[in-house]
């Protein structure tokens, strides 16, 4: 089950799987709550598409207060549509050397990092492990999940930090649905057998076009990894329909914000935004 929850201004999705531990933070954030103005209204993480710099970094301010952390707590690397995860298995990680690199993906077990991720359609997904007490988030558009960084994500969670895919959890967060993700040839020929192709698209009025079911498809994925189909849970809001709640770039056309997805480990603070 998954719940729109507030702190402050900000409005955000919890999953109740995430918040029954009690040393775990995490949010699926909406698009309400910022300073940002006009299509970047409100709570807007991203400079790129046009909004400022000002009032980007007020919104941090903003979801940095709302959760009682420090923007300095938020890790946010160059996302870029690849299958790149980037390990923190030490403490005292040099964030610096790796602000905004490009990963898109994060695995760590030490405490006090928000790893984040921004998205307006792509499929931010959470990985938990409750027995080690160890985390992950992957950002999954569709070239992303074209290259397995689900099944990736969870390989990486077993043969780094030896964990065991029956009790890790999976969360799913908003992503645009297979209502509104028309795709082409292109991204129809990208996805290998492996990714139940028959299941995870569907027919289309125009000719060589299809719609894509993108959490269906790192759904897929994630049991391929071994992971148990009772520990993923996929929140099934779509961004492109709910663009009151959400950013959406295809529903936008472009012309929109990033929200942002975090999750982090309780137990202390480190710099890294």
Not at 26 to 32: E, L, M, N, S
Not at 47 to 54: F, H, I, K, L, Q
Not at 220 to 228: D, N, R, S, T
Request: glycine share 10%.
């Amino acid at each position: 089950m998954f719940r729109l929850s507030k702190k402050g201004s900000v409005e955000y999705l919890e999953a109740d799987v995430l918040r029954a531990s009690d040393f775990l933070v995490h949010a699926f954030c909406t698009r309400r709550g910022g300073v940002s103005q006009g299509n970047f209204s409100s709570l807007n993480f991203s400079v790129r598409e046009g909004d400022t710099r000002e009032n980007v970094r007020r919104n941090w301010e903003i979801v940095a207060a709302a959760f009682n952390l420090r923007v300095e707590n938020f890790l946010v690397v160059n996302q870029v549509h690849d299958d790149r995860i980037l390990i923190i298995d030490r403490p005292h990680f040099d964030f610096e050397r790796h602000r905004m690199a490009s990963y898109d993906a994060i695995i760590t077990n030490q405490p006090g990092i928000a790893l984040a991720i921004k998205t307006a359609d792509c499929v931010p997904i959470f990985f938990f492990d409750r027995v080690k007490r160890i985390i992950g988030v992957a950002h999954a558009g569709w070239r992303g999940t074209s290259l397995n960084i689900a099944a990736k994500v969870v390989g990486a969670l077993r043969e780094i930090f030896s964990c065991d895919t029956s009790v890790l959890t999976a969360v799913i967060g908003p992503s645009i649905g297979q209502c509104c993700y028309q795709v082409d040839g292109r991204v129809f020929g990208a996805m290998e057998a492996g990714n139940n192709r028959r299941d995870i698209f569907s027919p289309c009025s125009s000719p060589g076009r299809w719609m894509l079911n993108l959490p269906l498809a790192n759904t897929f994925q994630i049991i391929e990894g071994g992971v148990l189909p009772e520990n993923i849970h996929v929140a099934g809001y779509c961004t492109s329909c709910q663009r009151d709640i959400f950013f959406s770039h295809r529903g936008e056309r472009g012309n929109t914000g990033r929200q942002l997805n975090f999750i982090m480990l309780r137990g202390g603070h480190k710099d890294g935004f």
